[in-house]
């Protein structure tokens, strides 16, 4: 072989050092077009999902303030206009009631639904070892026990802080809780007024509790249940207009 074919060869290492080069200079060229002048560690568009909703939920809460005490001035001009004596005052307490914005109080059931260890095993012999789903509070167990209690006759829930009506909805996403745009981690409470015998019996009525409750007893999940003589629900005090989609005109 002459000396000038040996120069035209390529050696295998210098073919790789061009492509490493090649494709070092696409990254960049991607990362830019991509960046379009921004810190992709730092854009704002670029923030996970997570700080997002806790950031929404800290709007949320101030948002609540103001609504209760938007509400307190609206209940305190209908009690000047429409005496709590009379009959048009009378049916605006039964209608606030009926509907929880007021606070009601008795005797009452609070339910402790609590998360297993990450690191949790198998208790008992014969059921598979736990998977990460197996180990966290689902939506569905909150609702059980939400729709068992009301079956039980409660006057009034209350999720962790918030007063639960008629279009409120229970919902998880991960092993956190969306209530009425807050945000909530386990341990989840859920509190009832109510006759106590009634409320538990129907907490030992409900297949769905009942299931959990075997969850519970394979892989050390958190159920409680504390009697109260006396508890004090707060009204609610968000906002109860009805969101739904609508058709692309």
Sequence with gaps: MTNSAQRLRIRP?????????ALAGLIFWTSFNTAQGTNLRTDDSMLRLTDLIYERDRANQRLDGGNAS??????????????????????????????????VDGAGLTVTLTDAPPDATALIPGVPDPTPDTLVVHQQDLQAVVNA?????????????????????????GNTLILQGRVYSPPY???????????????????AVQ??????????????????????LPGYSGTVGLHHARPVE
């Design 70 to 103: 938007l509400r307190e001035d609206v209940d305190s001009l209908a009690e000047r206009d429409h005496g709590a004596g009379t009959a048009p005052g009378k049916e605006l307490r039964e209608a606030e009631r009926a509907a929880g914005a007021t606070e």
């Design 13 to 21: 290492a210098r073919l790789f050092t061009f492509a490493a080069f």
């Design 149 to 173: 209690l009301w079956a039980g006759g409660a006057e009034g829930i209350r999720v962790m802080d918030q007063r639960l009506i008629s279009t409120s909805a229970v919902r998880c996403v």
């Design 211 to 232: 299931n959990y409750l075997r969850y519970v007893e394979a892989y050390g999940l958190g159920y409680e249940v504390d009697r109260h003589d006396s508890v004090t």
């Design 189 to 207: 409470k859920i509190t009832a007024v109510g006759d106590r015998q009634d409320l538990q019996a129907a907490l030992d009525a409900e297949p």
